[in-house]
């Protein structure tokens, strides 16, 4: 038996944070389309340096280059036992596209928890985040959740650094972005009956439990 859970949110619900404690809950792998994204733009591959000129706009890469990404991503030995999805879908196509993709592979998105987070939280919260560039997974925030020793990773020791598209200005064009675009996949995955809804304006560990007792349920 599969699993496959959509993490759905704004930029800045806590997505990447609460990837983390999930994956490993349930033993599946963590798949972010933005850390897939920013590994390409890391290795210099031409997906990766089309990726950023979207990026760097606070846009969303075109569907169908995002769709094979992820496609490949999922047909990858470890994703035998499931996966859980982090910053994709966030298209109506897509998402049409991965109910294909796992059809295929005689599997359905089993849950999606959407971490509902006021608009004017993010804003605060994406100019303040400091990520690990060792591994992306391991994500603070200088008011928040700050690193006991300043730019460095607590859990592994690595440089941390700030995204280039957590510019205030980016980041306001982001959240516009995922209202316009990515806002209706709430509506498509409640009509599915996998949809359940997370208050994301807690402490960190309380949103996991949270999360966690909706999805084992
Ligand atoms: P992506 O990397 O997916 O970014 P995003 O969706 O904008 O989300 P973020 O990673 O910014 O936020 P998050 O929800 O993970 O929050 P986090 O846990 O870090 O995408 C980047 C770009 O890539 C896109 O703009 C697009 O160009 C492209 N892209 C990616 N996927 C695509 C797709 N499918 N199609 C097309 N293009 C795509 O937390 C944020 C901060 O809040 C941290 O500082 C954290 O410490 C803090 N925090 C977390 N939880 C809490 C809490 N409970 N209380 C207080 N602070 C908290
Ligand atoms: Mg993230």
């Known amino acids: 038996m599969q699993t496959f859970i959509v993490l759905l949110g704004p930029p800045g619900a806590g997505k990447g944070t609460q990837a983390l404690a999930i994956a490993e809950k349930l033993d599946i792998p963590h798949i972010s389309s933005g850390d897939l994204f920013r590994e390409n733009l890391r290795n210099q591959t031409e997906l990766g340096k089309l990726a950023k000129s979207y ?113 205030l200005e980016t980041v306001q064009n982001r959240i516009k972005v995922y209202m316009k675009q990515t806002m209706p996949l709430i509506e498509y995955y409640r009509n599915a009956g996998v949809l359940v809804e997370v208050e994301g304006q807690q402490g960190i560990e309380k949103v996991s439990s949270d999360l966690l007792a909706a999805i084992t349920k």
């Not at 994406?126 to 959740?145: E, Q």
């Not at 020793?149 to 592994?156: F, H, T």
């Open 55 to 167: 990026m760097d706009r606070g846009e969303l890469v075109p569907d169908e280059v995002t769709i094979s990404m992820v496609r490949e991503r999922l047909s990858r030995v470890d994703c035998a036992r499931g996966a859980l999805l982090d910053g994709f879908p966030r298209t109506p196509a897509q998402a049409v596209a991965l109910d294909g993709i796992l059809k295929e592979f005689g599997s359905r998105v089993n849950w999606v928890p959407y971490i509902n987070v006021p608009d004017e939280v993010l804003v605060g919260r994406l100019t303040g985040r400091w990520t690990c560039r060792t591994d992306p997974t391991h994500i603070y925030n200088l008011k928040t959740n700050p690193p006991t020793k300043p730019g460095v990773c607590d859990l592994c020791g690595g440089e941390l650094y700030q995204r280039d598209d957590d510019k």
